[in-house]
């Protein structure tokens, strides 16, 4: 497989960001060193240990000189021979314990900070006082725009797990709006992007304030970022669009058939990562951690793919696989299951290819057995609701009996009932107040768990359709599509709403822009003349395609590219969370639209058990992780193992404090 091929063609955000760790971070601090070919310690918190390991190897950070990476948090000793590199959030916090590492002693022979996004006053101003021994050995301090978490190749995240509860819940402690937007600017600035910014009308008031902070960051960045200043000033400007979650509750809630939505949704998946039971080639049994990332090129070519067709792909490239080993197994290629133990003790070079396969085929294994017939049942039932029409295209007129046979039946599980009555109040704009009440008297639905159903009020959606007023929620047009499969006719609105942007469709009354937005809209025809140069390309952010001739027009859309052949770019944020079926959309829309590259993010992402837990909860005070994190801190004062740096996991390492020599963790 080729991993260009499967990741699409846009640039790739876990690519971005490691290269602005390793070259304007590390290689930056090397450059300034006497000793450029001498080790450095990596000084992290959590955040910045996240986004390390989001993208980065041990082997990677170790080529470039770092020796060691330890957290802020714990207690070190002195290392007075190396220099010392921070990276870290710029928290107060923080900036006391960069400042107490040099209280009592010397930490290290030289500092340098690099805050992951602006640094308010009171950070500089602990950092700058000239009566600390810090003062005397601190060499550099630079913000940089890597304050968000790049999941994939075109997805992000801010790393907020109490996004929906901050933004839609009545109890939330208030969104920091000014936080959020800083934390997208980033993304902007990473892309070297300066949008026009766009948010969605007729829902909260607070998406409005959000772009125009975002605005205001940008712009700031801009004056700093040549990249940006020349995207700025291109006639085909990118955009940013804030989308509403409220806008589209029911994606997030349905069972989806596609193989990444299917494993975190069916299967025990946690941090990207579960443990594999497998039998090596002499016959034992062994466990292994699998990380779920674009490492994986068979995930990453398969991740999209509908579960039908996901065992039969694999198979596939085993056999291609096992042809081009025929000459050193005299083996012929067959069935993967049956080979790849014979496989595996004859070219045990091969192991961890071979490994892959197994994953996988186990994988698919494990959801077709976990969708068995009652979630078949409400698969089915799911797609009726939301689509308005059955397997044979005729409308729905009884949603309520749809759901009857998911309600009554004492084998399908609580959760999937929610699911479906939360689905069903979606479809219809609401229920009659004894109609949801004999709806939860037939399913057994606990007053605990009711909740779910009635916190969609908060998301502006209508339950008690007899208390609903004159003015409904405006809803959104749907695109026509050809389904390819029966249970899955559903498409997540989000691309529609990226096809109507790209075809510039939008109009200026839902998707208003803070300003520049002079010819968006659905009746403004985009500017023939296309001769600007390629910022990107002009500063080595895209490679030179041979695509210079026009791109063909992707139902509708006008081409978009330079004289370089410069792409346009979508952002897309949506509010609170997204779900995996969201995400597929960014790269099946770059696919369809090969002069556009989309992006999508959230504040985090979910499941939809994570979702509909999420939704029950809004009435309640958040569960956040503050006191964790406070005790966590505290849990150890001796000495700690330094961070081991694994792309997708972080833990402790077991290798000394001097410089690493074991074998590279997978």
Known sequence: FSMAAAQGPAASLLALVKNEI????????????????GWRVLVVDQTALKLISSCCRMSDIMEHGITLVEDIRKSRKPLVEFEAIYLVKPTIENARAIQKDFDARLMYRAVHVFFLDAAPESVMDILQDGSSRLAKVIKTCKELSLGFLPLESQVFTLDR???????????????PTDQIASQIACVCATLGESPIIRYQSGGRSQNARLALAIQQRVDLLRTYNPKMMASAQSKRRSQLLIIDRGTDLMSPLLHELTYQAAVYDMLDITDDSFDLTYEDGQGRQQTRKIILNEEDELWVSQRHQHLSSVSENVNRAFKDFTKRKEAETGKPAGDARSNLK???????????????????????????????????LCTRVEQNLVTGVDEDEQKIKDFIGQIASVLVDRSVGMDNKLRCLMLLVLAT????????????DTGNIPYTRRGAIMNLELFGVTVDSAAAGKNKKKKMKRLPREPEFKLSR?????????????KNRLTADDFPATKDGAGLGANAEPDEDDTVTSARKHHGWAKNRADKAKAKDSGGAKAALGKGGDKQRLIIYVTGSIGYNEMRCAYEVTQAYPDWEVYI???????????????????????????????????????????QVVKGKAGAAKSSRAKYEGEEAV
Do not use: C
């Not at 595996?344 to 996988?360: C, G, I």
């Not at 704009?429 to 939860?440: A, H, M, S, V, Y």
């Not at 997540?492 to 709403?497: L, S």
């Open 490 to 502: 559903w498409t997540p609105m989000v691309k529609d709403i990226m096809e109507e942007a790209i």
């Open 161 to 175: 797990p109490n996004a929906l509860h901050d933004a839609f819940s009545p109890k939330s402690r208030g969104e």
């Open 342 to 376: 014979a496989l595996m003790s004859k070219m045990p070079q091969y192991r961890a290819e071979m490994l892959k396969f197994s994953v996988h085929l186990d994988l698919a294994t494990q959801v077709n057995k976990a969708f068995n017939k009652k979630l078949e």
């Open 601 to 643: 993010g959230s504040g985090t992402t979910v499941t939809p058990l994570r979702f509909l837990d999420a939704v029950e909860s809004l009435d309640s005070a958040a569960d956040r992780d503050d006191k964790k994190a406070a005790a966590a801190a505290k849990d150890d004062d001796e000495e700690d193992r330094p961070i």
């Open 429 to 440: 704009d609401g229920l009659k107040p004894d109609e949801l009440q004999q709806l939860f």
């Open 22 to 37: 390793l070259e304007t971070v590390i290689n930056y601090v090397a450059k300034l060193s006497k000793d450029r070919d």
